[in-house]
């Protein structure tokens, strides 16, 4: 097959696997935000996109949050993912259709990568599987749906795009997958700050798995470069991690909301049947699923008939259900003493999340038995997966919309206040630990309004001034201040 064919065979595919999961888009055709996470990631968007149109390509502080008076968000959140919202602001979509078109993107993203990774285990059949097995896996939807999960979204496309670079570089070498192990892991610490954590642990099992399979050096250099990934990103996550004790980090895990206990689920949630949606319930709860039609081929992966694959492909068999199980098994409630144990799982705040990636590897084993299955009988092949695509229609049912016009920085001072989301988090977790009374939004808001449309206010108040001192020049922009001051007497 020529390069141009093999090209055009996989933009193909491309554009069959972005039709096969038209249906899990469906939600976002309406272009308004999910759940009370969406309200925040938007406002998030908003607040980089006017640091971007003031010249700050990457910003660390927030100035409009904070009711106003600045928030180091960025200096600990990871804001890759947001970057790639603005593109489709710059060609005029609003705020929330921008966002909305780019979670759809960000979808189509996680499918194509998984379809790249799976195929080069078990051939094209599985990798397409896969990449439906992915999307319509309920814990995913259920992470897109229920709390607009753009970054999550992103970060699981630089795990699994950094899965295959691995295993690409073991095997062949070359310059792409070398760029790409490197990229991948630092585009995935700079996209998601809980996905960081776990996919670094994902990439170091791999790593003893290459260690173990393919030998030791080509181990090293795996790990030279997920090191190297680590060095690209670490004027984020050094900064995060080396200053959290300069913020009310504890937010993020001591409160009951927050807190790992409370949040375990039983087997029989995460294998729960579709429950239909009912909006008249205050606290509908979906469950977090992995479904039953990828489970079910995930199981036929282990048919006898693949006691005829290849060494390799077996071992990436025993690899990926065991880290599958052992996802699954950290939601269990029997896994509480290893959370007690590892101080860093506490910063997850809810097991379940470790379903995602655990629906990834459930996604990348129901590709390699419907593979099996397509060799024994392929019209049963649709037939699965049409089946895959209804069993997750209810999860294609968001309860909460949320339609937003595009934020003033006003409007993010007010959303602060009614919502009690001080910074655009959920506890408050970034505010400085100095700050112990919130200041009242009314001394800023006036100021805010009176200076539209670029909103830029001045951060000093002569009558503060002690007596005699005067202000003699005054400069402000968005975060900084160029002021001189004359007085007969020093003061600080």
């Known amino acids: 097959m020529s390069r141009k064919t093999h090209l055009l065979r996989h933009l193909l595919i491309g554009v069959i696997i972005g039709v096969g999961i038209l249906p899990a888009l469906q939600p976002l055709f309406s272009g308004q935000l999910f759940g009370t996470d969406g309200a925040l990631h938007f406002h998030r968007v908003a607040q980089l996109e006017r640091s971007l149109r003031h010249g700050i390509l990457y910003p660390r502080w927030a100035p409009d949050l904070g009711l106003g008076f600045g928030f180091p968000l960025f200096n600990y959140y990871a804001p890759l993912s947001y970057y790639f919202v603005l593109p489709l602001r710059w060609a005029g979509c609003s705020l929330s259709t921008a966002f909305a078109v780019s979670m759809g993107l960000a979808l189509w993203g996680l499918a ?134 300069f913020v009310q980090i504890h937010q993020l895990y001591l409160p009951a909301v927050f807190d790992y206990r409370n949040h375990f689920r039983s087997l029989s949630d995460i294998l729960a049947a579709p429950r239909p949606v009912d909006p008249r319930q205050a606290n509908f709860v979906f469950p977090v699923s992995l479904g039953w039609v990828p489970a079910a081929l995930a199981l036929l992966a282990w048919w006898p008939l693949g006691a005829l694959l290849p060494r390799e492909v077996r071992a990436h068999r025993w690899a990926l259900t065991l880290v599958t199980g052992a996802l699954v098994g950290l939601v269990l409630p029997a896994s509480l003493p290893v959370w007690e144990r590892i101080p860093l799982m506490r910063f997850l705040q809810f097991p379940w999340r470790l379903l995602t990636p655990a629906a990834i590897g459930l996604a990348a084993l129901a590709g390699m038995g419907t593979a099996l299955l397509a060799r024994r009988n392929p019209r049963w092949v649709p037939i699965v997966l049409a089946g895959m695509v209804l069993f997750a229609l209810p999860w294609l049912f968001p309860l909460r919309k949320i339609h937003q016009p595009d934020p003033s920085p006003p409007d993010q001072i007010r959303f602060e206040v009614e919502s009690g989301l001080l910074g655009t988090t959920a506890g408050g977790e970034y505010l400085p630990i100095w700050v112990q ?54 003061f600080r």
């Not at 229920?146 to 691995?166: K, Y």
């Not at 585009?187 to 260690?211: D, P, Q, W």
């Not at 009314?442 to 200076?451: I, R, S």
């Not at 951060?459 to 007969?488: H, Q």
């Open 437 to 490: 009374k919130l200041p009242s939004p009314d001394v800023l808001l006036p100021l805010y309004e009176a200076a539209a449309p670029d909103y830029i206010i001045p951060r000093l108040d002569p009558a503060s001034l002690p007596a005699g001192a005067r202000v003699l020049e005054a400069e402000y922009g968005l975060t900084r201040a160029r002021i001189v001051v004359e007085s007969p007497e020093p």
């Open 112 to 245: 194509l990568a998984v379809y790249f990774w799976v195929r080069d285990l078990f051939g094209e059949i599985a990798g397409v599987a896969a990449a439906l097995a992915a999307v319509y896996t309920p814990a995913v939807l259920n992470y897109v749906y229920q709390w607009s999960a753009l970054p999550g979204l992103w970060g699981l496309i630089w795990l699994v795009l950094t899965l295959w670079a691995l295993r690409r570089l073991v095997l062949t070498g070359g310059p792409l997958p070398t760029l790409f192990v490197s990229l991948g892991c630092a585009a995935m610490v700079l996209s998601h700050n809980v996905t960081a954590l776990i996919g670094l642990a994902l990439l170091l099992a791999y790593n003893v798995f290459v260690a173990l399979f393919y030998g030791l050096r080509p181990a090293f250099r795996a790990a030279a470069l997920l090191a190297l990934g680590l060095g690209l990103s670490s004027f984020f996550w050094i900064p995060a991690f080396f200053e959290k004790n």
